[in-house]
């Protein structure tokens, strides 16, 4: 009876030992990134900004993050459940990781082996596609690849990647020529 007591209360220090350990999530101003990230829903004023500030800051740090959050794929107990009472849904994660990816660009380069896996995953492929398509010129080989694909769906979405990608690029250097005018 001792001894069962015994292992029962060192079950329980073990378990709060786990659920207290600190998190390896960079952190800005006090919140963890993963708070940041799910915080890009908010509409308060200039809260986009400081999100932006935000991951600028925590750079390459959060790329496990948002590795881990790009494959997040909904669990069948997750199916019955109301989508409030559960938090964010698997597509919500990976949307946010993917604007994350995006916004990073050529930082996230050290994550293109690890997207091009993932494209061949029917659950988080578009969300892989979509984050390579920010990681210019690293991601043109794989998206190019992807275009000449076999599957359909893959190059699918390749080529919206790369629609994306020369759209994005495009923007930036009318952006950039219209400052220099107003100059």
């Not at 990681?135 to 990647?161: F, Q, R, Y």
């Not at 790369?162 to 994005?168: D, K, P």
Request: include cysteine; glycine fraction near 8%; proline fraction near 5%.
């Amino acid at each position: 009876m001792v001894v069962g007591g015994v292992l029962v209360a060192a079950g329980l220090l073990a378990a709060f030992a786990f659920l207290r350990r600190p998190s390896t999530e960079p952190t800005y101003a006090g919140q963890r990134f993963n708070q940041w990230l799910m915080g890009l829903a908010d509409t308060a004023p200039g809260f986009e900004l400081a999100v932006n500030q935000a991951m600028k800051t925590m750079g390459t740090n959060m790329l496990p993050c948002l590795l881990e959050m790009i494959q997040s794929k909904e669990t069948r107990a997750g199916i019955f459940v109301r989508p409030q009472a559960r938090g964010f849904s698997a597509q919500a994660k990976r949307n946010r990781a993917t604007a994350a990816i995006v916004a990073l660009g050529e930082q996230a380069k050290p994550i293109v082996p690890q997207l091009v896996a993932l494209t061949q995953d029917n659950a988080v492929g578009p969300s892989a596609w979509l984050a390579l398509s920010g990681i210019l010129p690293d991601a043109i080989e794989p998206i190019a690849a992807g275009i000449v694909s076999t599957n359909e769906t893959d190059s699918m979405w390749a080529v919206t990647a790369l629609h994306l990608a020369i759209t994005r690029k495009a923007g930036e250097q009318v952006f950039l020529g219209r400052r220099d005018t107003i100059r």
